[in-house]
């Protein structure tokens, strides 16, 4: 089934509903915590033998269930060890200023999320950076000259309780 997305309301998008049996959300839990494991080993751990397995990884991945395998990388090796999290109040709801900001968002690589909000942020942004020193360059360069920007408010992790990535199925 296929439906308007609530949350695209200056984009035309369909989202998708797919209809998964308990097999299926075996292969995508295990699929979530081991994206590399093997098919043999997938069908195994979910008693299915490799061809019916494949078939089914396969159909999740035509549905959309299955958006894409990556490589999570841990933000310690890479001196990323500080997540700030932002809230920007924007001057107006316009559409052309909403585009303006995103587009604006999307090109600085240190923002691992933005969303849209509701409340009294219009956005939370959240970024990761070696520390207050490089996050006070970032705000310089980047985050204070962001479209329609009326408001930042900055909130420094002092450390991350719970992280996944794992989507309950």
Excluded: W
């Amino acid at each position: 089934m296929q439906f308007p997305c609530a949350d695209c309301r200056f984009r035309k998008k369909i989202v998708r509903v797919v209809i998964l049996d308990e097999t299926d959300r075996r292969l995508l839990r295990a699929l979530q915590r081991n994206g590399r494991i093997s098919n043999a080993e997938l069908g195994a751990a979910v008693a299915l033998s490799p061809s019916a397995c494949h078939r089914r990884v396969a159909r999740l991945e035509a549905s959309g269930a299955i958006a894409a395998y990556v490589a999570l990388l841990d933000r310690t090796v890479f001196n990323r060890r500080t997540t700030v999290f932002v809230e920007i109040r924007l001057t107006s709801q316009a559409e052309a200023l909403l585009d303006a900001f995103e587009a604006a968002i999307a090109r600085i690589p240190e923002i691992l999320e933005c969303h849209l909000m509701a409340g009294t942020a219009d956005y939370l942004v959240k970024i990761a950076v070696r520390d207050a020193e490089e996050f006070a360059a970032l705000h310089r360069r980047h985050l204070s000259r962001l479209p329609g920007v009326a408001q930042m408010q900055s909130n420094f992790s002092l450390r991350r309780v719970r992280e996944t990535t794992e989507i309950p199925v």
